[in-house]
């Protein structure tokens, strides 16, 4: 028996009006994962305690078996050990986001355009981000607060704090507050956090006047102008796969946080060229590799961060066409190349994001599972409704086990 997961970021969500009250999944054209349902079980889970704020990080961390109100630290430190970075005692940790601000005499007063820097491309955004901490006006201000940064070939750096205490730290995600101004959700809550907003009030003239920006706002695109600091963490451990499911596994994403929590796992984390976390990326290179994974390993993950994206940046077509996608270029392909052999499949969103406002939502989420031994003949489609007709599960580590029949 092999096992596949496959989630699709963020692509459950409630009515949209746009869309006559359904929601991007009632509404897409997803024959594939729709046959898939109505031979399998669909439900809904949790896949968030809520006591934890809504993300990619607590739902995946729960979703992959782990106890997140036990092993959860913050999301940066995830993402360092997709870099193969282990936190020291004392170090804290920060995405440090390329972000799109508008024009404004102070940072406070500006507003967040792009969580992404306009969805600038990689190295571009690691050209910056190097250019800053480098900068005379910015590296002794850096130096003196024990900051340091671990470039990204995306907009998602990383940054580091040697002896930092973060107790009380209060940091918003730039992705949930698009639109509004920067003043309302910088830093607070302890003294940490007053130096990471003077550091993101000195980037901006800076990233303002590097020629890249320059080149952008000729040719009509948002500056990456702006670091916002977020996601904060300490120190993760977590435990082994292969030693709680007796199995192996690999992880297929663009995203480092799936690469890290795969790494901390014990599982192998598989990169694939030209896998951009974007609606437009190398679906076949992903199929491919799961395929090849399977060859080798009891559990695949294949992660698509597409329909996350599109909602953040209110693109209702984007999600639709992601979702469509999804169904399309990696759930078809991947049955027809294991057709003939036994697997089991779980498909499902991470978590709610919201077309109404661009954020995360805690709210339980619909899953499906496969068996290709069995066809349940329910006619379910894979929709948030027929989710909440099915079996509730209250935690997301209760999905594997599921899977995995144990």
Same mark, same amino acid.
């Given at each position: 028996m092999k096992y596949i997961l496959v989630i699709g970021d963020g692509m459950a969500d409630n009515g949209v009006p746009a869309l006559a009250g359904m929601t991007p999944l009632e509404s897409a054209d997803i024959p594939h994962i729709d046959a898939l349902a109505s031979a399998g079980e669909v439900g809904s889970v949790r896949t968030v305690p809520e006591m934890l704020p809504p993300g990619s990080d607590t739902a995946i961390l729960s979703i992959m078996g782990c106890d997140t109100e036990k092993v959860y630290s913050g999301r940066a430190p995830l993402e360092a050990a997709a870099q193969g970075i282990m936190l020291e005692p004392g170090t804290a940790a920060f995405r440090c986001n390329n972000v799109a601000l508008s024009d404004g005499e102070t940072l406070a007063g500006r507003r967040i355009l792009s969580h992404s820097g306009g969805n600038i491309d990689g190295e571009l955004s690691k050209t910056l981000i190097e250019y800053l901490f480098s900068h005379p006006d910015f590296k002794p201000l850096a130096d003196a607060a024990g900051l340091s940064v671990a470039p990204a070939v995306s907009y998602r750096h990383l940054a580091f704090m040697k002896n930092a205490d973060i107790s009380g730290i209060e940091l918003a995600p730039p992705h949930d507050h698009l639109g509004e101004e920067a003043g309302a959700n910088l830093p607070s809550g302890c003294g940490a956090a007053a130096t990471l907003t003077r550091l993101m009030e000195a980037a901006v003239p800076i990233l303002s006047e590097h020629p890249i920006n320059k080149e952008r706002r000729a040719n009509g695109e948002l500056p990456a102008n702006g670091i916002w600091?977020?996601? %904060?963490? @300490? #120190? #993760? !451990? =977590?435990?082994? *796969?292969? %030693?709680? *499911?007796?199995? @192996?596994?690999?992880? /297929?994403?663009?995203?480092? =946080?799936?690469?890290? /929590?795969? !790494? =901390? !796992?014990?599982?192998? #984390?598989? /990169?694939?060229?030209g896998a951009t976390g974007e609606i437009d990326t190398n679906y076949e290179g992903k199929v491919d590799a799961a395929f090849d994974a399977l060859k080798t390993h009891d559990f695949v993950c294949v992660h698509f961060e597409a329909p996350d994206e599109c909602t953040h940046c209110h693109d209702l077509a984007g999600k639709l066409l992601a979702i469509e996608r999804l169904d399309k270029l990696i759930v078809a392909p991947l049955v027809d190349l294991m057709a003939g052999r036994d697997i089991r499949m779980l498909i499902l969103s991470d978590h709610k994001t919201l077309m109404s406002d661009g954020s995360h939502d805690g709210d339980p989420v619909p899953f499906l599972i496969y068996d290709s031994r069995v066809d349940n003949r329910t006619g379910a489609h894979y929709t948030e409704a027929d989710g909440l007709r099915g079996v509730m599960l209250e935690r997301g580590d209760e999905l594997l086990p599921r899977l995995f029949e144990q």
């Open positions: 600091f977020w996601a %904060e963490g @300490t #120190a #993760a !451990r =977590l435990p082994s *796969f292969s %030693e709680q *499911f007796g199995k @192996t596994g690999a992880v /297929i994403s663009a995203v480092p =946080l799936c690469q890290g /929590i795969a !790494r =901390l !796992r014990g599982m192998d #984390a598989v /990169i694939v060229p």
